[in-house]
Each structure stands twice: as C-alpha cells, then as structure tokens.
C-alpha cells in the first residue's frame, strides 16, 4: 500500500513580528518575506512496501498551494503530484497505448501568466522488448495547459533531463545523447547540439540568450568532461568546459542558474560566472550540490547530497540541520514565505519533500 507520511520535525523556534496597521480597508497588508532560518520544517515522505525504489527528481510551484513533484516508482514508472497547500494528490496522467512501456519523469518546469499557467513535465518512455535486451528510452513530454494534461509529441529523441521556458511559446528541453528540443506554442522541433552530450539543467534570459549545462558520458575517460553551453538565437555552442574532478573543476555541473543578471552553477560547489572566468562561492568537502534558487547575491539556498543543504544572507552559510544523513536533495522551490526540499534516500526506496515555513 502506497503511503504519503506528514511528520513535524521541531527544528526551529519560530518568532514573528507583529506589526500594528492604522488602516480601515480591511485588506492586510502584504507580509515581508520570512528569513528561511526561522523556518519550522514537515518532511512528506513517499514510500511504499511494494516498491523497492520510489524516486523523486524535481520540483515547481506558482505558490506553496500549487507546488508539483515528478519521478518514479520501480513498477508504475511515471509519478506527479500536486501539493494543494493541505495534502498531496497523485494526478493520473494520459498514457498513450505503448506495449510493455514504462515512463519517468525527470524535469518540470512551469510559467504562470495573466490567464492561467502552462506547466510541462519531461521524461522518457522505456521499452521493455525482450527480458534479455535492454531497455529502449524515447523522450516523452507531458503539458498541462490549464485544464487538463496532454502528451505532446516530440519527434525522435532520447530520455529528457530538463525543461525550461521563457514563454508559453518559447520552452526548452534537453536530455541524453545530444536531445534538445524548442517548443515555439505549436510544436517541438530538434534542434543540434555541439556535441552528443546529456545535458542536465537549462535556464536563461531572453529567448536568444539561454545557458545549458552539458557532460559527457564516456566510461572509458578517467574524468568525464563537462560544459556549458550558450543559445544565441541561432545556435548552441561551447562557452566553456571542465572536467569532473575536484582539482580541475572550474565551475558547477549538475544546475544552472540565470538569474538577476548573473550565471549560476552547482557541483562540487557553488559557482558564479563573472565575464569569462569563475568565481567560487562556497564549497563542503562533504558535498556535491545539485539544486540552487538565488533571490539575490546576498539571499541563495543549496541542497546537495548527504543532508547538506545550506543558505546564504550575504555574510554566511548556515547549514540547515536536517536530521537525516542518508538522504540526497535534487531540486527544490522557494517562494517568499515557504521553501520546499526534495530529496531521495541512499538506495531510492523513499523520496522526501522537507517543507519549511
């Protein structure tokens, strides 16, 4: 039996400051953002006995009362989940007839605009042909355009990692092999890579101005390189590259971030672009990072593997303390008031969403 567990973990003490308003409209006015170090914490866990892996990958929400997760199960494949402010609810999603087929989900990515919000989630379909040959992935993309959920064919491509957008009529998403796809809000055309690389994170400025992290996945290299990668309105190339190796790693590989003006990454620590070089911002010997959100230079949260998740205020990194050292953080959401963690267990039987308030 499938089973979604609430458990309050005291964590912090909470103070709050009450201001008075002399004001007689009856509206009350809008709250300051909440320092996320006085945030008390709620850990969601999905598990279940039947299933020997229960995997949840990433995370997005126009507010903490429309907050969705997609990853897997080892039976069901796909999983979503809306988070409704009170309870999650599994959504049961269309699934095109396909024999022997599993799916998975791995990115989601949403833009809310005056009208409603468009919302897609980004995975892979698995075919199963024979119990003694591997399994076949095919990109699968999945959108919810503000009243129900509808596949939206790709054309031929590998499994998808990420998705990104800057308009309902401009998204991205990449994946393994060399996939990369432009939605333009009629159809998704492939578009060519420098290389056939998997890329990892998408996020940019303008539609001519986009960033993807990238690497290659060769077993014979001692230290599989890695890049980021630059859309300039007509096509993808190298801006830059590095090796996955502590003593020669410039800048992160597992996120990138556009935001506020500035490149962000995360891998072996925190990095930010400045002109052509790289500075870094922080690093835990301890820690791979894998899922960054900047406010601002002087407001940035983190989580990475083995419980390390830390924020930023400008003077310096305070580690959340999070008791559960077995757990690995892969994306997360932050809002003013709320901030959401998701993470998966050493061995992925169980995945978590740690919601702090």
Known sequence: MSKIQSIFLPVFTLCALLSQFGCDSGVEPPQPPKDPREFAWTVDTFYS???????????????????????????????????????????????????????????????????????????DVLFFVSPTQPALDSSYILCFDGSQWKEQLA????????????????VWAGGTHGTMFRYDGVQWKRIPL????????????ASNDVYATAYELDTLESFNPYYLLHWNGSLWSIVDSSRLSITDEKFGYNQVLASSGNIYTVGEGIFQRVGSSWNLLFRDDEADFATLQVKDANNIMVGGNFNHAYHYNGSNWYRFPFQSPTIHFSSLWWGDHEAFFVAIESGGNKSFVFRGK
């Open 49 to 123: 006995a039947n299933r020997f892996q229960w995997m949840m990958y990433d995370i997005w929400g126009s507010s903490p009362t429309n907050v969705y997760v997609v990853g897997r199960t080892s039976d069901d494949g796909g999983q979503l989940y809306r988070y409704d402010g009170k309870v999650w609810t599994n959504i049961v999603f269309p699934r095109t007839p396909r024999p022997s087929a599993k799916y998975e989900f791995r990115g989601i990515y949403g833009i809310d605009f005056a009208s409603g919000q468009t919302i897609w989630t980004v995975g």
């Open 194 to 205: 420098p290389k056939s690389v998997w890329v990892s994170s998408i996020s940019g400025f």
């Open 155 to 170: 054309g031929q491509g590998r499994s998808l990692q990420a998705v990104w957008g800057i308009s309902s009529s401009d």
